[in-house]
């Protein structure tokens, strides 16, 4: 494994008021980089002052959008530990991602290590008010000075750190959600099941939309028959229709979250059903309009757990709950934020001490 030099900055910011983050706003003193080439590999793995990147106009991933990213996060728990959630499980996903767009993968153990040593030295940046986190950004890019459409030859990896509130203005107050039937997100095969960035620029549009009508994200439906659920914006999605809880199967246009895997291992340690599988927009409107749908939430690192309240299709809105958070809903944010925070004791065995 690699050394990683460090030189450490000799002037630290100003910290922002952790009570007043939101997300993504903020970024700590340093971050981490390495570079790929074809001849060395992956090479001068190092931790730096945070500063802007000096990158070429004809940088490949300018022009032909070679760039993958994670999300994850740093918890500072009541008892003084840290904790990382699942990071390895992260970077597999990482290296899946890079395989379809064609850039090298990264050394899993490696890169986890490369996120202890960058959370230990920004360490002070870790929010300790109710529900805050360090927001962990892991992100590999092209870098081949060069206008042409090929693989790039040359890579950065990078890690940013930024200390973060609700993902969501609402906090844990049920979102509404407008079932996007124009644009599409992702068909199979193509690069739906990555984390590259292509896949939220395409999704913007639908996204501006949904806001001036007064909707936090698009619910998308398939890219062919226009008429299953695949995900929201920026979460998997869950309904629970007559006690049994449906999730959207992984079909490769879906993004295989790494909280939807920990909310479906919870839920069934509890003994419930959940299934994943095709779910259309004609049977959710039934359970909807019959009452058979009892709850609706998204799950992601970002968000945790969102829940859903309302949903519009084609011009009708479908109040879930009464508008409220679920009681099963309620019971999943406890205890998968519990695991996270140290609060409740990790079965599972997902979180990582620094």
């Known amino acids: 494994m690699q050394e990683i030099k460090i030189a450490k900055t000799t002037q630290k910011k100003q910290k922002p008021d952790y009570t007043k983050l939101g997300f993504g706003n903020y970024f700590t003193d340093h971050m981490f980089l390495m570079n790929y080439s074809v001849e060395k590999g992956w090479y001068d793995p190092r931790i730096v002052p945070y500063a802007p990147l000096e990158i070429d106009p004809a940088s490949m991933v300018f022009h032909y959008a070679q760039e993958i990213f994670e999300g994850m996060k740093a918890y500072m728990g009541e008892d003084g530990n840290v904790r990382l959630f699942r990071p390895s499980d992260n970077f597999k996903r990482l290296n899946t991602s890079a395989e379809r767009l064609c850039i090298p993968s990264v050394d899993v153990d490696f890169a986890v290590d490369a996120i202890k040593q960058l959370v230990k030295i920004d360490a002070d940046w870790i929010p300790t008010a109710p529900d805050t986190s360090l927001y962990i950004r892991p992100f590999v890019f092209a870098t ?190 406890n205890e998968l934020t519990g695991i996270q925070w140290g609060r409740n004791a990790d079965s599972f065995g997902w979180t990582v001490k620094l």
């Open 144 to 333: 081949d000075v060069h206008v042409g459409v090929h693989a790039s030859h040359t890579y950065l990896f990078v890690i940013i750190l930024s200390p973060v509130g609700a993902y969501y203005a609402e906090g844990l107050a049920p979102v509404r959600i407008m079932i996007e039937s124009e644009d599409v997100r992702a068909v199979r095969g193509g690069s739906g099941a990555t984390k590259a960035g292509a896949n939220y620029a395409i999704s913007l549009r639908a996204g501006e939309r949904a806001a001036k009508l007064g909707f936090s994200q698009v619910l998308w439906l398939d890219g062919v028959e226009r008429k299953y659920i695949e995900e929201v914006g920026a979460m998997n999605v869950f309904f629970k229709i007559n006690g049994e809880i449906v999730t959207p199967s992984l079909v490769g246009s879906i993004l295989p979250g790494i909280t939807r895997d920990s909310c479906i291992q919870v839920l069934r340690s509890w003994g419930l059903t959940v299934t994943e599988r095709r779910l259309s927009i004609d049977e959710l409107v039934e359970a909807s309009e019959n009452g058979t749908l009892e709850e609706a939430f998204g799950s992601g690192t970002a968000a945790v757990i969102s829940p859903i309240g309302l949903v519009s299709y084609a011009g009708k809105e479908h109040t879930i709950c009464n508008g409220k958070i679920g009681s099963l809903t309620q019971k999943l944010y």
